[in-house]
Structure formats: structure tokens, C-alpha cells
């Protein structure tokens, strides 16, 4: 059973820095694209990153430049890291990877807050 857990949320001031974790179970991490997606109050779920099982990755334009997403297959974990934080990047962020079926696995996700 494919789950992913998230952390490393929390409030944060603009301006700062905010590494966010998803560690994954059920499959094999490796072979799997991760992805990270946002959702803002009363906004659609966006596509904020992606890493695929080569390191290949994509960006967001809202986020390209300031953000960094990573992995580590060892662990079975994947990263977000966000810098120059800005208000409109609050939101709760979530982990994602999808399967060659068209199948799609979500965690509870992580709030952000970017706010003085």
C-alpha cells in the first residue's frame, strides 16, 4: 500500500527558508517520479516541482529560482526546499508519484504559513 507522509511545515517569516520531508512506502521509490503540489485557500491544487527517477527535474515558474526539489532513494525520501519565502506561498503542500496505470497517490499533506 503506497503511503506518503509529509512534515516540515510551520509558519515562517518572508523572506526565510523552509525544508519540506515526504518519505514514501509501498513501492519502489526509485523507479518513481515525486512530485510536490500546492494548495492555497480557495485556490486549485497547483504543481509546485518535480523529480523524476532519473533527477530530472521541473519547476513551477511561481517558484523556479527559489525553490530546490530533491531526492533520496536510500531513504525513500523527497525534499522541498523553499527559499525568499513570500505570503502567496502559503498553502498546504503536498507529496505525489503516479504509476504507469494513471493511478495517482496523495499524503495528507504540510501547511505552510509565510506571514510576519
Known amino acids: 500500500q503506497v503511503q506518503l507522509v509529509e512534515s516540515g511545515g510551520g509558519l515562517v517569516r518572508p523572506g526565510g527558508s523552509l525544508r519540506l520531508s515526504c518519505v514514501a512506502s509501498g513501492f519502489i521509490f526509485a523507479n518513481y517520479g515525486m512530485r510536490w503540489y500546492r494548495q492555497a485557500p480557495g485556490k486549485e491544487r497547483e504543481l509546485v516541482a518535480t523529480?523524476?527517477?532519473?533527477?530530472?527535474?521541473n519547476y513551477a515558474e511561481s517558484v523556479r529560482g527559489r525553490a530546490t526539489i530533491s531526492r533520496d532513494n536510500a531513504k525513500k525520501m523527497v525534499y522541498l526546499q523553499m527559499n525568499s519565502l513570500k505570503p502567496e506561498d502559503t498553502a498546504v503542500y503536498y507529496c505525489n508519484t503516479w504509476d504507469s496505470y494513471g493511478m495517482t497517490y496523495w499524503g495528507k499533506g504540510t501547511l505552510v504559513t509565510v506571514s510576519s
Open positions: 523529480v523524476f527517477s532519473s533527477a530530472n527535474t
